[in-house]
């Protein structure tokens, strides 16, 4: 875990540093707020944890935690502060803290404190994960990278339009259905008047160009006569139609 301290106090700075590095942690220590957005902006990797104090010069810390929450709305900000009043505590959670440690502190609460929105914050990154992860389907010999707008066909790869895009997850919702060309037009061109069943063909050939072996005979993107066209993730049954 990466964790960023900002601190005008030397002594304080220098215990933070010592006790973090201790249980592990990766630790970079700045003065002010304004060397605290820049390093924020300009890490890699990207810090996991803000330990913040909110009496600093120039800068203060609750303005150096607004604009970080400008950018970042996820990371954990932890505000390390010698104010122990109640608004001074309401003023910073509206800032965009997480969590509050008055000065003098326990360190095994701190250190409890930072364990526990690590956690936090790696449960965030692995559902991340996983959600983009979702975004990669495959199907046959084809992997279609929804984020990245790409399809992949064995060595070729193929860059998608928007609309292509669209059309080709509207078919893998649909698997194994008939889709008529009017469904087709309304569902995935949402009736724009510039479509006509005719390009809604054209957009058709173009994916089978890309996902099928033998574009002519398509095993994945079944063209259903006087109707529209019927998708199958497997390659067709044959006496399909
Ligand atoms: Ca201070």
Redesign the pocket.
């Known amino acids: 875990m990466r964790i960023l301290v900002v601190?005008?106090?030397d002594s304080?700075a220098r215990g933070l540093r010592f006790n973090f590095e201790r249980e592990g942690y990766q630790v970079d220590v700045v003065q002010n707020g304004l060397a605290a957005l820049e390093l924020h902006e300009t890490a890699t990797p990207p810090f996991d944890l803000i330990i913040l104090?909110?009496?600093?010069?120039e800068m203060s810390?609750y303005d150096t935690c607004r604009h970080i929450r400008r950018r970042d709305a996820e990371i954990p900000i932890l505000a390390l502060?010698?104010r122990t009043l109640s608004e001074d505590k309401i003023q910073a959670f509206d800032c965009g803290v997480d969590q509050y440690v008055t000065k003098p502190f326990s360190l095994p609460e701190l250190l409890s404190r930072v364990r526990n929105l690590g956690a936090k914050r790696r449960r965030s990154l692995e559902q991340q994960a996983v959600r983009s992860a979702e975004d990669v389907t495959r199907f046959g010999a084809i992997t279609v990278d929804f984020q990245r707008f790409e399809l992949h066909h064995g060595e070729l790869q193929h860059q998608l339009t928007t609309r292509e895009q669209e059309l080709l997850r509207y078919f893998l919702e649909h698997d194994g259905i008939v889709l008529s060309r009017a469904r087709l037009q309304s569902e995935v061109w949402k009736d724009s008047t510039d479509i006509t069943s005719r390009s809604v063909d054209n957009f058709v050939m173009r994916l089978r160009r890309m996902i099928e072996k033998d574009p002519s005979s398509p095993q994945h993107l079944l063209s259903v006569r006087g109707t529209g066209y019927r998708f199958f993730r497997e390659p067709a049954p044959t006496d399909v139609y």
Request: glycine share 8%; charged share 35%; hydrophobic share 40%.
């Open positions: 601190e005008d106090e304080i104090d909110l009496m600093l010069p810390g502060t010698a």
